[in-house]
C-alpha cells in the first residue's frame, strides 16, 4: 500500500481474479473487457500467457455460450496450441480444454 491506496502492481496482480468475480456476478460486464485478452495470449512474458489461458479456460468452460459470443478470442486461445513455451501447451492439454469440452458435452446432452 503506498498513502492507503493499492498500488498499481498489487492491483494488477489480482485483475483475474477481478475478471473471473465479474463472469459470475454479472458476465456482460466483461463484453469490453475479455477482447482484450488476446493480447495477453500473445505477450512475450510465459507468465502472463499461461495465466492468461488459465483464466479463458475457466471463463469457457463456466460458460459455454462465451465461446460463440468471443469466437476470436476462442480462437486466440485455441491458437495456443502453437505457443513456444512447453508449459502453456501443457496448461491447455491438462487444464483448459478438458473442462470446456466436458462442460460443452454436458450441455449438448441436456438438450
Not at 55 to 63: E, H, K, Y
Given at each position: 500500500?503506498?498513502d492507503?491506496?493499492n498500488s498499481?502492481?498489487?492491483?494488477?496482480d489480482?485483475?483475474?481474479e477481478?475478471?473471473?468475480?465479474l463472469d459470475?456476478?454479472?458476465?456482460?460486464?466483461?463484453?469490453?473487457?475479455?477482447p482484450?485478452?488476446a493480447?495477453?495470449?500473445?505477450i512475450?512474458?510465459?507468465?502472463?500467457?499461461?495465466?492468461?489461458?488459465k483464466?479463458?479456460?475457466?471463463?469457457?468452460?463456466?460458460?459455454p455460450e462465451?465461446?460463440?459470443?468471443?469466437?476470436?478470442l476462442f480462437r486466440?486461445f485455441?491458437?495456443?496450441?502453437r505457443d513456444?513455451?512447453?508449459r502453456?501447451?501443457?496448461s491447455?492439454?491438462k487444464?483448459a480444454?478438458p473442462r470446456?469440452?466436458?462442460?460443452?458435452?454436458?450441455?449438448q446432452?441436456?438438450?
Open positions: 500500500m503506498v492507503g491506496q498499481e502492481s498489487e492491483l494488477a489480482r485483475t483475474h477481478v475478471i473471473l468475480a459470475k456476478i454479472e458476465p456482460s460486464l466483461l463484453t469490453f473487457v475479455l482484450n485478452m493480447a495477453q495470449l500473445k512475450e512474458d510465459v507468465e502472463t500467457r499461461l495465466a492468461a489461458v483464466l479463458l479456460g475457466t471463463i469457457f468452460s463456466s460458460r462465451s465461446i460463440d459470443q468471443y469466437y476470436q486466440d485455441l491458437a495456443r496450441f513456444s513455451e512447453a502453456v501447451r501443457i491447455l492439454i487444464d480444454i470446456v469440452l466436458l462442460k460443452s458435452n454436458k450441455e446432452k441436456e438438450q
